[in-house]
Structures are given as C-alpha cells and as structure tokens.
C-alpha cells in the first residue's frame, strides 16, 4: 500500500456537514477511517472491505457514511449531524483483508496511516 492523502478537514458548526476524501494506491486492501481526540485514544470509527462491506462505530451510526470508488482510488467519509464531540484529527488507513475487522491495535501495527486531517465542530 502507497502513501494515503486526506483532505477535506475544516471547522463547521454543530449540526453541519463535511466530507472527507482519502486518496489511496489501488488495491484490495480493507480500508477505515479513526480519529483521535486530544488526551484520548485513538478510535475506529468505519471501515470498508475491498467487496464494500462496512462497520460503524455506534457513536457515528446514522449520521456517517464510508465509501470507496476504487476507479478513482478515493476513499470518502461523509458526515453529517456533525457535533462537538466529533471534533478530532481523522486518520484514513488501509490494511490487509485479514486484518479488516481487527481491534485497533492490530491496525496500528500492521495498517498504513495517512498523516490525519483536523475536524473541528464548534457548538
């Protein structure tokens, strides 16, 4: 897996909406969004198969959407119903299929990492 680029980050107020995109290396690998909120750990919050499956994080159920167009080799993180407490720095990463249900941990071992993109939600 190459280098992973995100984009889209900003500051919106509670109640808006944002769109994240990741540019990625093609490939079948499983790839997720996480994010990381200061003083806490960082969190899974969706992931994609390489067959389009996903996974939410309860927190984001309902107001986040994961995708992945392979043809233009972006992976994409739509947000809305945003709230303060979605404020982080959003990670976009990759890993093989094996891994793609796996605890965080074995992501940040074994997964490749963009370099994050800040979203802040003001209320």
């Known amino acids: 897996q190459g280098p992973l680029v995100e984009s889209g980050g900003a500051s919106v107020e509670s109640g808006g909406s944002l769109t994240l995109s990741c540019t990625y290396t093609p490939s079948r690998y499983c790839m997720g969004w996480f994010r990381q909120a200061p003083g806490k750990e960082r969190e899974r919050v969706a992931i994609i198969g390489s067959k389009f499956s996903t996974n939410y994080d309860d927190s984001v159920k309902g107001r986040f959407t994961i995708s992945r167009d392979n043809a233009k080799n972006t992976l994409i993180l739509q947000m809305v119903s945003l709230k303060p407490e979605d404020t982080a720095m959003y990670y976009c990463?990759?890993?093989?299929?094996?891994?793609?249900?796996?605890?965080?941990?074995?992501?940040?071992?074994?997964?490749?990492w963009g370099q994050g993109i800040q979203v802040t939600v003001s209320s």
């Open positions: 990463a990759a890993i093989r299929p094996i891994y793609c249900g796996e605890p965080y941990r074995l992501w940040a071992e074994f997964g490749s």
